[in-house]
């Protein structure tokens, strides 16, 4: 059998050309990383940019360059994928929030987010849904389908939640954080649940039942994905108490605590739910538990290594998306309607703007009703703020607009094209424009940070706050403080919804020091260190203070 040698000769010199070219790009790729992180340094005292932006500034003249050096035929190092966003660049970044975040503020506002991401997502997904249909069959874009315009509402009802991580700052405005960062993590889990209930239903033939079970779907979802997280999290920090890794080597810690985390994400979508919610309270969980179970040089290397690689991972993320946005292929299709690309950009815009200021009004008086005292409501200036940071989109709208209208980077047929080249104009305007302004905004609109923080929060800062306890309401340290005011008589309303949380923070504190901490660790547990002061003087493997 005669064996052609030229031909093979070709093959092998193809696959080395196009290996070396991949090893170019991701050398590009690496380099541009390092420069968003210099010039972010740099960039740290400015009142107006951020990493995120500045990663997406970059990534947009990058994309200029690369386009004219390939005289028009490309535009990117990496094309998009909603595999690589979901799967690899999304989990660190979740996870690390939900580590980092105060749980004292998450928990005491807990109602607060759930109506803002539950409810005010379904609200600005009616509206973005609706108007979109409207105002897009006027501009006779027939090539749209019902199963589209839902899409839409879901695409654009979701906010970014990445950007929000750059743009606040939990220990300058712990409540303003919680919300909008917890709201965002809840809506990024129903945005994509709703995604998925457009392909799973019959759009044709909505009745009762149908609303129904898609109401059923998200409670199922949200309640399988948090017990899930909650789990991985507990299993984890079992495991570590019991077998004391850390006696013999602090990596074997550091390593099962990164994969059980990982390994929560990537359960939740092997059973088609969601890895969001599921990684959030996975680091929650950790840090009330696991994270106190390791050696001390393990906690600090926990501590700085999942922050590391949320920061990377969000740079990674802004890059991106800033190369990708000027891929030409995508733009060739529209090109001979700009006028028509423009305005429905400006009618996505506007729907979002008014889809968020529909729910973030209302649902904060409702939740002012159910608080105390003055303090703890969210006035107007904060719920200006609320509105104005939530209004940022990002890569999950722009990863479920390729999952909805292409399969492989861009599209032949217009009305497709066009919503890939508006969803992509939407989150550039979206960031650029909306992340300058939320600092400043927030400098103009709320108190000074020394009054800031005595009205919002108690709580200290970071990584403190990893010693709070997990549902702690925080008025056991401000006693003393408040023994001398004399409350007003709640109403009816707020009696009925504020007591019942209050009751329930005081049953899981003794439930947690009875039960769940000589289970499975936490505040309070010292691990054995060989050689260590607690080994020579305490036979016993465990010690509590």
Not at 16 to 22: M, P, W
């Given at each position: 059998?005669?064996?052609?040698?030229?031909?093979?000769?070709?093959r092998s010199?193809?696959m080395?050309?196009?290996?070396?070219?991949?090893v170019?790009s991701?050398?590009?790729?690496?380099?541009?990383?390092c420069?968003c992180?210099?010039?972010?340094h740099l960039?740290?005292?400015?009142?107006?940019?951020n990493?995120?932006?500045?990663a997406?500034?970059?990534?947009?003249?990058?994309?200029?360059?690369?386009?004219?050096?390939?005289?028009?035929?490309?535009?990117?190092?990496?094309?998009?994928?909603?595999?690589?966003f979901?799967?690899?660049?999304?989990?660190?970044?979740?996870?690390?929030?939900?580590?980092q975040?105060?749980?004292?503020q998450?928990?005491?506002n807990?109602?607060?987010?759930?109506l803002?991401?539950?409810?005010?997502?379904?609200?600005s997904?009616?509206?973005?849904?609706?108007?979109?249909m409207?105002?897009?069959?006027?501009?006779n874009?027939d090539?749209?389908?019902i199963?589209?315009?839902?899409?839409?509402g879901?695409?654009?009802?979701?906010?970014?939640?990445?950007?929000t991580?750059?743009?606040?700052?939990?220990?300058?405005?712990?409540?303003?954080?919680?919300?909008?960062f917890?709201?965002?993590v809840?809506?990024?889990?129903?945005?994509?649940?709703?995604f998925?209930?457009?392909?799973?239903?019959?759009?044709?033939?909505?009745?009762?039942?149908?609303?129904l079970?898609?109401?059923?779907?998200?409670?199922?979802?949200?309640?399988?994905?948090?017990?899930?997280?909650?789990?991985?999290?507990?299993?984890?920090?079992?495991i570590?108490?019991?077998?004391?890794?850390?006696?013999?080597?602090t990596?074997?810690?550091?390593?099962?605590?990164?994969?059980?985390?990982?390994?929560?994400?990537?359960?939740?979508?092997?059973?088609?739910l969601?890895?969001i919610?599921?990684?959030?309270?996975?680091?929650?969980?950790?840090?009330?538990?696991?994270?106190?179970n390791?050696?001390?040089?393990?906690?600090?290397?926990?501590?700085?290594?999942?922050?590391?690689?949320s920061?990377?991972?969000?740079?990674?993320?802004?890059?991106?998306?800033?190369?990708?946005?000027?891929?030409?292929?995508?733009?060739?299709v529209?090109?001979?309607?700009?006028?028509?690309?423009?305005?429905v950009?400006?009618?996505?815009?506007?729907?979002?703007?008014?889809?968020?200021?529909?729910?973030v009004?209302?649902?904060?008086?409702?939740?002012?009703?159910?608080?105390?005292?003055?303090?703890?409501?969210?006035?107007?200036?904060?719920?200006v703020?609320?509105?104005w940071?939530?209004?940022?989109?990002?890569?999950?709208?722009?990863?479920?607009?390729?999952?909805?209208?292409?399969?492989?980077?861009?599209?032949?047929?217009?009305?497709?094209?066009?919503?890939?080249?508006?969803?992509?104009?939407?989150v550039?305007?979206?960031?650029?424009?909306?992340?300058?302004?939320?600092?400043?905004?927030?400098r103009?609109?709320?108190?000074?940070?020394?009054?800031?923080?005595?009205?919002l929060?108690?709580?200290?800062?970071?990584p403190k706050?990893?010693?709070?306890?997990?549902?702690?309401?925080?008025?056991d340290?401000?006693?003393?403080?408040?023994s001398?005011?004399v409350p007003?008589?709640?109403?009816?309303?707020?009696?009925?919804?504020?007591?019942?949380?209050?009751t329930?923070?005081?049953?899981?504190?003794?439930?947690?020091?009875a039960?769940?901490?000589?289970?499975?660790?936490?505040?309070?547990?010292?691990?054995?260190?060989?050689g260590?002061?607690?080994?020579?003087?305490?036979p016993?493997?465990?010690q509590?203070?």
């Open positions: 059998m005669a064996i052609d040698i030229g031909s093979l000769m070709e010199t193809a080395l050309s196009s290996d070396h070219k991949s170019v991701m050398n590009i790729f690496v380099a541009l990383l420069a992180i210099v010039i972010g960039l740290e005292e400015n009142r107006w940019m990493e995120s932006i500045t997406l500034v970059i990534g947009l003249c990058t994309g200029v360059v690369i386009l004219r050096a390939s005289k028009g035929k490309s535009s990117h190092l990496m094309v998009f994928s909603e595999d690589l979901f799967i690899y660049l999304l989990p660190p970044i979740i996870f690390n929030a939900g580590f975040v105060k749980k004292k998450f928990f005491r807990f109602m607060t987010i759930m803002f991401g539950a409810i005010g997502t379904l609200i997904f009616v509206i973005i849904s609706l108007g979109a409207h105002f897009f069959k006027r501009m874009i090539s749209l389908k199963g589209d315009y839902l899409a839409i879901a695409i654009f009802a979701a906010t970014d939640s990445v950007c991580l750059q743009v606040l700052n939990q220990d300058d405005t712990p409540l303003l954080y919680s919300l909008v917890g709201e965002g809840v809506n990024d889990a129903t945005s994509v649940v709703l998925n209930a457009i392909h799973s239903f019959d759009l044709y033939h909505i009745n009762t039942n149908t609303a079970q898609l109401l059923g779907n998200f409670l199922y979802l949200f309640i399988s994905s948090t017990l899930l997280g909650v789990l991985a999290g507990l299993l984890s920090a079992f570590i108490k019991k077998l004391y890794m850390g006696r013999h080597s990596d074997r810690e550091v390593a099962l605590m990164i994969l059980m985390a990982y390994l929560s994400y990537m359960a939740a979508e092997l059973f088609y969601s890895g919610l599921t990684v959030f309270f996975c680091g929650i969980v950790m840090s009330h538990y696991t994270w106190h390791v050696t001390e040089s393990s906690r600090v290397t926990t501590k700085h290594a999942f922050a590391t690689l920061f990377v991972a969000e740079i990674f993320i802004f890059l991106y998306v800033g190369m990708d946005a000027l891929d030409i292929e995508k733009w060739k529209v090109s001979d309607s700009p006028g028509k690309s423009i305005g950009s400006a009618i996505l815009l506007g729907l979002v703007l008014v889809g968020r200021a529909a729910f009004f209302p649902l904060s008086f409702i939740s002012n009703l159910t608080k105390k005292s003055h303090s703890e409501k969210i006035d107007f200036k904060q719920q703020t609320i509105w940071a939530g209004l940022m989109r990002g890569a999950v709208s722009m990863a479920l607009a390729y999952n909805q209208f292409t399969t492989s980077g861009y599209t032949k047929v217009h009305g497709n094209a066009l919503m890939i080249t508006s969803t992509i104009t939407v550039l305007f979206s960031t650029v424009v909306f992340g300058l302004m939320t600092k400043p905004l927030v103009i609109l709320l108190p000074s940070p020394k009054n800031l923080s005595r009205m929060s108690s709580e200290p800062c970071t706050s990893f010693t709070v306890p997990l549902l702690g309401n925080g008025h340290s401000e006693a003393n403080q408040k001398q005011d007003p008589r709640p109403t009816s309303l707020r009696m009925l919804l504020s007591t019942p949380s209050h329930v923070h005081h049953y899981w504190r003794r439930f947690d020091n039960f769940m901490r000589p289970v499975f660790g936490g505040r309070g547990f010292v691990p054995v260190v060989p260590s002061p607690i080994e020579q003087s305490v016993v493997v465990q509590w203070q």
